[in-house]
């Protein structure tokens, strides 16, 4: 099985600044990777996935994301946040070979002015 | 637009008695899957189905109940022998291919009164 584990449950920061939402995950086989974001009493929308290939992976609202093989993790970037930005954040896992997601416990961004 | 329709929005249910979730998808999605959200508990798989007719037990299906008789549906039942019900539940979807993320519907926020 595969296990994610979201370091901070909770990230504050100014508005401009930069920020990283930190994942680790463990698996024993390959796996894609996902992160997720989640407004307030909404579902979750997918913001990048790492499939294969180029570590560095671009999603949507300019965040970006990098798998470090090695170090098992999946951290979240983006070089200036915006205050519409303050939103829940999860990292998923899924093995190559089957068709269940893992997810993290979640990070809270709360962007302040 | 293809998407998935979770209904309703908000849910109320006395103690005792059962209650069904509804979730729709016109992805033409092969499997999903309901999962249960808690404040800082991230997303706990509660069932997931493979293809109609078929579903697995997740990590916290004690209490709960699900069917599959069509692809487009996967109903989610409440039943009173779950001790502590109130959370948002969400629904998702994903094709069969390995390499693509789940899709999401907008939750259902249960709660007891």
């Known amino acids: 099985a595969q296990s994610v584990t979201q370091l901070d449950s909770q990230v504050p920061v100014f508005e401009e600044a930069p920020v990283e939402l930190r994942c680790n995950y463990s698996?024993?086989?390959?796996?894609?990777l996902f992160w997720y974001v989640q407004y307030p009493n909404q579902g979750l929308q997918l913001l990048l996935k790492?499939?294969?290939?180029?570590?560095l992976v671009k999603g949507i609202n300019g965040f970006e994301a990098e798998f470090n093989k090695s170090q098992t993790s999946f951290h979240l970037r983006k070089p200036s946040v915006h205050i519409s930005d303050t939103a829940e954040y999860f990292c998923?896992?899924?093995?190559?070979?089957?068709?269940?997601?893992?997810f993290g416990s979640g990070t809270k961004l709360n962007v302040k002015p | 637009d293809g998407g998935i329709t979770q209904s309703p929005k908000y849910l109320f249910r006395k103690e005792g008695q059962n209650v069904t979730l509804s979730c729709e998808q016109n992805l033409n999605h092969d499997a999903m899957y309901w999962y249960r959200q808690d404040p800082g508990q991230g997303l706990r798989l509660i069932y997931y189905s493979q293809i109609v007719n078929d579903f697995q037990k997740g990590d916290i299906a004690e209490g709960y109940s699900v069917s599959r008789e069509k692809k487009e549906s996967f109903p989610l039942t409440v039943t009173s022998a779950q001790k502590n019900p109130t959370a948002f539940y969400l629904c998702?979807?994903?094709?069969?291919?390995?390499?693509?993320?789940?899709?999401f519907g907008q939750g259902t926020r249960l709660t007891v009164v």
């Open positions: 998702a979807s994903t094709s069969d291919s390995m390499n693509t993320e789940a899709f």
């Open positions: 790492y499939l294969s290939g180029s570590t």
């Open positions: 698996s024993s086989v390959s796996v894609y």
């Open positions: 998923a896992v899924k093995a190559w070979n089957f068709n269940k997601f893992y």
